[in-house]
């Protein structure tokens, strides 16, 4: 079973959801976290990803977002997030549920995106709630109603992730008939629960396959962008036929 199978099952699917991880961005230049070159081969992701971290190292905190942020600004969605917003264009995808939260998905056209980690390029304050520009928090300024914290509206270790967005991408992937996860090492709870939640078809596409034990119906090794791009020439050559 190749490339062509997955094209096949989507075309007979009434609803396809697809759940990405970093490996999606890494061609876009952005790190992913558990790789050879991800960010937490480097830094203790407790000491600067989490709400002790916050709370107790506020300018570490501060400094390790601001740095991700301007590294998004030299960087932008790669062939493979195109893709992925053509296919919801030609109504062949309902959903994707995504843990990235560089917004790459939204920018390349997809509409229908559940954040399940929130997104780095909003700001909130830590006291009080309410939303700040971002150039407050990359300019180091409290809040301007109570003088608080500011920080990304990204889910943090030790946060709850946003009921929403958990609850839109659950119900999805439990009625999909086919559930695509892509560039994801699954190691992080509770993300790593809603493959086992398809009752359809589950598909991995990812550059390590070695560590996943779920009972996926389709493996696929490979680039995020190889791969889908590859799926998409099978997709338009039998719609053509
Ligand atoms: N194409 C396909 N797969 C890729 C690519 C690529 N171009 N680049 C990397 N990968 C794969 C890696 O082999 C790895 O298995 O993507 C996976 C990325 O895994 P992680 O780095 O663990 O990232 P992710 O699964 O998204 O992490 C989940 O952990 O730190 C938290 O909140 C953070 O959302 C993140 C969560």
Known sequence: MTTSTLAKWM?????????????????SGIPDFRSRTGWWK??????????????????????FYQMR?????NCEPHSGHEILANWEARGLLTLIATQNVDRFHQQAGNGAVAELHGNIV???CQTCGKALPLGHFMDNAVCTYCNGKLRPNVVLFGEALPQQAWNRSLHAIQNADVVIVIG??????????????????????????????????????????????????????????
């Open 122 to 124: 909003t700001i909130r």
């Open 184 to 241: 994801t090492s699954l190691e992080v709870y509770p993300v790593n629960q809603l493959p086992a939640m398809c009752q359809g078809r589950l598909v991995y596409i990812n550059l390590d396959v070695s560590g996943n034990s779920r009972n996926f119906d389709l493996i696929l090794q490979g680039t995020a962008g190889g791969v889908l791009a590859e799926i998409d020439k099978y997709l338009r050559e039998l719609i053509a036929e």
């Open 11 to 27: 075309l007979q699917s009434n609803s396809t959801v697809i759940l990405t991880g970093a490996g999606m961005s890494t061609e």
């Open 69 to 73: 942020i301007l590294s998004l600004t």
């Open 42 to 63: 480097n830094i203790d992701p407790r000491t600067v990803a989490s709400v002790e971290s916050l709370q107790q190292n506020y300018e570490l905190f501060r400094e």
